[in-house]
């Protein structure tokens, strides 16, 4: 699965570099917000933006109940945004779009009343949309901050609670479809 991942993130930076040869201007991003991302800004058009990214994010989960497993983790996307800038005002402008990815997380359950260093591990995989609107102000030619709020589903599948061999804890995997803000943020964009 991560050799897929790699060569389809390889495909998309070769085009993604013929379509900035062709209108030469793209540049890197970094956002952050409920989830981080990095990735290249490729202006296609003069209003057409395509933005593959790479987001990563971890989390920690403490419990006060007794009987609750405090967890741990992190999680990982790979995703391609197209986005259209349908107003634009001297340094200010405007945009909506789709973003598509697929997503990576694994976590670690702490076991409760066995010792502090007994984990269960769960990896969910998933796929996730996005509707995305967002303002951007550039300041020169080089630099732009942008902000913008998304919303999206992700259908995710959670495998089988993998604990230790002497263990015998149930669990099964499960799909979920969650509604959610969770590609919303603020970023700044450094053109080349």
Not at 158 to 169: F, K, S, V, W
Request: aromatic letters at 16%; a positive charge; charged letters at 20%.
């Amino acid at each position: 699965m991560k050799q897929k991942l790699l060569l389809c993130s390889l495909v998309i930076l070769c085009v993604g570099f013929g379509f900035a040869e062709e209108t030469g201007k793209f540049g890197f991003f970094f956002k952050a917000g409920s989830s981080n991302s990095v990735g290249l800004n490729f202006n296609l058009a003069d209003r057409v933006t395509l933005r593959p990214s790479f987001g990563f994010q971890t989390f920690k989960r403490e419990y006060e109940s007794p009987n609750t497993s405090d967890s741990k983790g992190h999680a990982y996307s790979v995703d391609l945004g197209l986005f259209y800038h349908f107003l634009k005002k001297e340094r200010f402008t405007a945009y909506s779009g789709l973003e598509v990815g697929y997503t990576f997380q694994k976590q670690e359950i702490e076991i409760v009343g066995i010792s502090d260093d007994m984990f269960a591990i769960r990896k969910t995989r998933g796929y996730r949309g996005n509707v995305i609107f967002g303002l951007q102000y550039n300041f020169n030619k080089h630099l732009a901050v942008f902000g913008e709020v998304a919303f999206g589903f992700l259908k995710e599948k959670a495998g089988e609670l993998n604990t230790p061999q002497y263990m015998q804890i149930i669990s099964y995997p499960s799909e979920s479809i969650i509604w959610n803000l969770s590609r919303s943020g603020f970023g700044i964009i450094l053109y080349l």
